[in-house]
T-cell receptor
Framework: GAVVSQHPSWVICKSGTSVKIECRSL??????MFWYRQFPKQSLMLMAT?????????EQGVEKDKFLINHASLTLSTLTVTSAHPEDSSFYIC???????????FGPGTRLTVL | QQQVKQSPQSLIVQKGGISIINCAYE??????FPWYQQFPGKGPALLIA???DVSEKKEGRFTISFNKSAKQFSLHIMDSQPGDSATYFC????????????WGAGTKLIIKP
């Protein structure tokens, strides 16, 4: 159990376009979802935390108008990278927790390349 | 105070040997200490986790040792295999980090056949 999926697994887009990444909890209700960014050979960097039905809380330095997060249901959160630029190229990973749990279950990640 | 310091940055171990990765924290409010394994191009996967009320937890070849007074915890991989070659991250969370995971910098482990 506790499976989290992400779609797409990789995406290539042109500079200036927007890209949407979906994160789904397949077999549990995710009260909280987290979005991370990971650069090569580095640790995970938390971008934002979202609770179902409420606005996401962004970490310091993360532009909320550029990285739009929607957590519309207990099984789905989306991250939209608006007006993407080459410096947004990275590995984006989501995770989810169920009710009352510390444990975060991670998705497989999405590789974004902006040309 | 929110940091988790992980060492070593990289580690090479012979097949069959013991791999040991260490982490240290400062925030005494942390109460959950997981270890994650990550393969290239994949998301992290929970390997094993411990709470501060026990000093050791073992699952198969993987053991966490926890020293509350020293604020340190470590991952031991017994009988290390080439398939264990991956990057390992320790993390910590607690009520005063809003249960967000505070991550170590990661250790790239290579098991030589």
């Amino acid at each position: 159990g506790a499976v989290v999926s992400q779609h797409p697994s990789w995406v290539i887009c042109k500079s200036g376009t927007s890209v949407k990444i979906e994160c789904r909890s397949l077999d549990f209700q995710a009260t909280t979802m987290f979005w991370y960014r990971q650069f090569p050979k580095q640790s995970l960097m938390l971008m934002a935390t979202s609770n179902e039905g409420s606005k996401a809380t962004y970490e310091q330095g993360v532009e909320k108008d550029k990285f739009l997060i929607n957590h519309a249901s207990l099984t789905l959160s989306t991250l939209t990278v608006t007006s993407a630029h080459p410096e947004d190229s990275s590995f984006y990973i989501c995770s989810a927790t169920g009710t009352g749990g510390h444990e975060q279950f991670f998705g497989p990640g999405t590789r974004l390349t902006v040309l | 105070q929110q940091q988790v310091k992980q060492s070593p940055q990289s580690l090479i171990v012979q097949k069959g040997g013991i791999s040991i990765i260490n982490c240290a924290y400062e925030n005494t409010a942390f109460d959950y200490f997981p270890w994650y394994q990550q393969f290239p191009g994949k998301g992290p996967a929970l390997l094993i986790a411990i709470r501060p009320d026990v000093s050791e937890k073992k699952e198969g070849r993987f053991t966490i040792s926890f020293n509350k007074s020293a604020k340190q915890f470590s991952l031991h991989i017994m009988d290390s295999q080439p398939g264990d070659s991956a990057t390992y991250f320790c993390a910590a969370s607690g009520w005063n980090s809003n249960y967000q995971l505070i991550w170590g910098a990661g250790t790239k482990l290579i098991i030589k056949p």
